[in-house]
């Protein structure tokens, strides 16, 4: 079941991500403690960047793997402070992949 908190954040992650040119096509869901953003085209899903909370109001953030797997950051700190970070300094990991012509 998620956690009150995490559910209660995407509408602000969404906003934050809304008022960046070229991010429209991300969505979010939530499981448990964790907030995951993702994008689909015609292959399927494509996993971006995961936030978990991890106490009150701090927040980590994970990168996927090309393994399936999810990648530690040494960043913590608020969900607004984290999704600014992630799009000002790893903005290429939110960008839309091109589809085949």
């Known amino acids: 079941m998620p956690d009150d908190i995490v559910v209660a954040s995407v509408a602000r992650v969404e906003r934050k991500?809304?008022?960046?040119?070229?991010?429209?096509?991300?969505?979010?869901?939530?499981?448990?403690k964790t907030l995951t953003v993702y994008s689909e085209d015609e292959h399927g899903e494509l996993l971006h960047v995961r936030f978990k909370r991890v106490r009150n109001s701090t927040w980590?953030?994970?990168?996927?793997?090309?393994?399936?797997?999810?990648?530690?950051?040494?960043?913590?700190?608020?969900?607004?402070?984290?999704?600014?970070?992630?799009?000002?300094?790893?903005?290429?990991?939110?960008?839309a992949q091109p589809t085949a012509s």
């Open 60 to 95: 980590t953030v994970d990168f996927p793997t090309h393994r399936g797997t999810w990648e530690r950051t040494p960043f913590e700190g608020t969900i607004d402070d984290l999704v600014r970070q992630v799009i000002e300094q790893f903005g290429w990991t939110l960008a």
């Open 17 to 32: 991500f809304g008022e960046h040119e070229g991010l429209g096509h991300l969505k979010t869901r939530t499981r448990g």
